[in-house]
């Protein structure tokens, strides 16, 4: 006996090494990345053949590593169990702007330096100090576009939506969402009335809010997130829970909704009526809620919708776009959902798709689920949008049973 399982202990620890070994990188990530995002702008932009001159370039060494150590910092008295907006607001910018230097550092440092050489312009100096420039200009550029994109109200998103099931006497039914405002550290009470303001001129039906309201509590985010009462629709306006209202008190963000005349659709639906027809409009908690030890709280698809007609077409809220597996298995006709920011800042949406089926858009899923992943109304942490805007978006839905109308 102990012969024989010898080897298959062996063969065991064999098979899971590689798992244990990814998972203990991803542990040293968060050390490895801020020592990556500073050390490769430096080097490219300092040591890689420029010879600037030595006082210049100790500066500019001593303001990297400065940022090498005050970033981290800075992010974990921010968002850590201080909560001290004016780090938080230091470390997200910094880290928005290494993130844009760290991308074109790395393209232009290959790219730009590869053209240079092959149309044989300048020495290799020369070649350097060009490609430093071309990051410094390219970066302020983005940056300064992407404070503007991000701080701005979002444009209005128009798109019709056919759904197959859906009744005649519902064809034309506006559906607007918010998702992702993340009131935080920089004050957005005014941002939040104008977002509030351009959602009234679109005479919604409904208005959905899909989550990530803010970072922080009710209470201490409250004088950002009371314009959301003043929001109007002719039927209903429905919220879900997103992670980020489980980073601090979740239970409070659904009170204060509840509190603006909102309601929080924590796995449950209702039914929305018109013509002779008759839509189910569910919602579902964050698929981190069960993971917080928040009694009551967890992501429940059969509980939102027990009780409705099953030959009724089901609008879905969910914060995350990763929930559709559940929904096109239960035959959804169209889930809403952020989450994704579409990235935010450019080229992060690449990374965002290893973890989500969709970062942004219109997406079929199983046989007749459709997906809508908005890009998100506000931001997270950097104020900075790069190629990836803000949006509210209005939704119209379309029956087949009837011509679409103007």
């Known amino acids: 006996m102990t012969e024989t399982s010898e080897p298959r202990s062996g063969a065991t620890e064999a098979e899971e090494e590689p798992g244990s070994r990814l998972q203990r990188l991803l542990r040293y990530l968060p050390l490895i990345a801020p020592v990556l995002l500073w050390t490769v702008p430096c080097w490219v932009l300092l040591y890689a053949g420029q010879n600037w001159p030595l006082a210049g370039t100790l500066v500019s060494t001593v303001l990297f590593a400065l940022g090498l150590i005050g970033m981290p910092l800075a992010m974990m008295r921010g968002h850590g169990r201080r909560q001290q907006d004016r780090a938080a607001i230091v470390g997200d910018t910094l880290l928005g702007g ?8 790395v393209l232009l440092g290959v790219l730009l330096r590869l053209a240079l050489t092959v149309a044989g312009v300048g020495d290799g100096e020369d070649r350097a100090r060009i490609v430093t420039w071309s990051v410094l200009g390219v970066s302020a550029v983005l940056l300064a576009w992407g404070y503007v994109e991000a701080r701005r109200v979002p444009r209005v998103r128009r798109l019709d939506v056919q759904l197959p099931r859906l009744g005649a006497g519902l064809d034309g039914t506006r559906v607007v969402l918010i998702t992702d405002t993340h009131y ?3 004050d957005r009470a005014r941002w939040s009335e104008r977002v509030c303001e351009t959602v009234n001129t679109l005479e919604a039906d409904l208005v959905c809010h899909t989550g990530d309201i803010a970072d922080g509590t009710a209470d201490r985010r409250r004088a950002q ?16 829970t997103g992670n980020h209202e489980y980073y601090s008190e979740a239970q409070g963000w659904v009170d204060l909704m509840g509190e603006l005349g909102w309601e929080p659709l924590r796995n449950r639906h209702l039914l929305f009526e018109r013509g002779g027809d008759t839509l189910v409009v569910a919602g579902v908690d964050d698929v981190t809620a069960e ?3 928040l009694a009551g709280h967890r992501a429940h698809l059969a509980g939102a919708l027990h009780g409705a007609d099953s030959e009724l077409p089901v609008l879905l809220l969910a914060h995350q776009p990763k929930f559709i597996d559940r929904a096109a298995a239960q035959g959804i006709d169209l889930q809403l959902s952020g989450h994704t920011h579409g990235g935010q800042i450019w080229p992060f949406h690449y990374l965002v798709r290893l973890d989500q089926p969709a970062v942004a858009g219109l997406s079929h899923h199983g046989t007749r689920t459709l997906l809508y992943t908005s890009r998100g109304t506000g931001f997270w942490g950097p104020p900075f949008r790069v190629f990836a805007p803000s949006e509210i978006t209005l939704l119209v839905l379309r029956s087949p049973r009837q011509p679409a109308s103007s």
Not at 98 to 105: A, D, E, K, N, P
Not at 226 to 240: D, I, N, S
């Open 184 to 186: 935080g550290p920089l």
């Open 98 to 105: 290494i993130w844009v230097l760290f991308t074109w550092s």
């Open 225 to 240: 997130a009371t314009p959301l009462g003043t929001v109007r629709a002719a039927w209903a306006r429905v919220y879900v």
């Open 291 to 293: 993971a917080s030890g």
